[in-house]
């Protein structure tokens, strides 16, 4: 908690913002710019006491449901609002979600990477759109129904998807996709989404459920990812997830190693096309 930083903050928000954007009446004589510290201790419902030893860098670390109220009542921007949470040591509420919803920009962005197999992914597995260059690798999910095309959830039910990567990772492999779905789920509370694909998970699969109960969190960034086409053999990847503006949503990327002969594999991959893909993806 930065408490001078804080302090400055609040005050300044306070003072920018005219009371007839509160909802508030100016009244006649009005010497303080902006709201008063009353005004604001009402609308976010704490004392005014409490705002003053606030503004005066000498209060306890407020609770992150005061920092909301707060935020609420200062007609905070969402960037505002996360500022105001880091300046008092609390984490950033999650962003918006988009849900299976994709932003042009997206898919753009997807076409526009021809030479890296790329996907957009939800932060539960769910598909939501890929590059020619990854239906080449992993196959087209069109047939598949909207519900099955998790990539934890075909891990786990259908053999098929597993046969392209080496038997000895598949038990890192999975351990892999629970840890990430755990933070996922976590980061969520719990919600109706989360928890649906969880129990169907668990009472699909007993590899799932055995691993579930591990209660093991490890969110996914970066690894080494080994896949074998049938068409072009072995191919080694550095495998990358990307933030996306939305908090739920995130870009998979496959790129070659360096001084590794994948990049050559890919470009052979681009002219094979998506056709000779394996099988358990039509």
């Known amino acids: 908690m ?11 928000s306070r003072e920018r913002l005219r009371p007839e954007e509160a909802g508030l009446a100016a ?3 009005r010497r303080t710019p902006g709201l008063r510290r009353e005004e604001v ?18 209060s306890s670390q407020p609770s992150a449901q005061l920092l909301t109220a707060l ?14 949470y880091l300046l008092a040591g609390h984490r950033p509420p999650e962003g918006a979600r988009a849900g299976d919803h994709v932003r042009p920009g997206l898919l753009y962005l997807l076409g526009r990477l021809g030479g890296t197999p790329a996907q957009l992914l939800t932060d539960l597995g769910d598909l939501l759109a890929q590059n020619a260059l990854a239906e080449a690798l992993f196959g087209c999910v069109c047939t598949i129904e ?8 075909r891990w786990f039910t259908d053999p ?3 046969e392209p990567y080496p038997a000895g990772e598949h038990e890192r492999l999975s351990r892999l996709h629970v840890a990430d779905l755990r933070a996922a789920v976590t980061r969520r509370g719990y919600d109706r989404p989360s928890s649906s694909l969880i129990d169907r998970l668990a009472a699909a699969s007993e590899e799932f459920a055995d691993l579930w109960q591990r209660h093991e969190v490890a969110v996914r960034h970066a690894s080494r990812l080994h896949v074998t086409h049938p068409s072009i053999g072995p191919i080694e990847f550095d495998y990358e997830i990307l933030q996306t503006q939305a908090a739920d949503q995130r870009l998979r990327l496959l790129t070659p190693p360096p001084d590794s ?22």
């Open 146 to 153: 909207e519900p099955n095309r998790n990539i934890v959830w």
């Open 27 to 29: 009244g006649p004589r």
């Open 71 to 84: 935020a609420r009542a200062l007609r905070l921007t969402e960037d505002e609002r996360d500022h105001l």
């Open 2 to 12: 930065d408490r001078a930083k804080l302090a400055d903050f609040l005050r300044r």
């Open 261 to 282: 002969r994948s990049g050559e594999a890919l470009e052979l991959l681009r002219l094979v096309g998506p056709e000779t893909a394996h099988r358990s993806h039509r």
């Open 41 to 58: 201790a009402q609308l976010a419902g704490v004392s005014a006491d409490y705002v003053m030893r606030l503004e005066q860098a000498r």
């Open 160 to 162: 098929f998807v597993r």
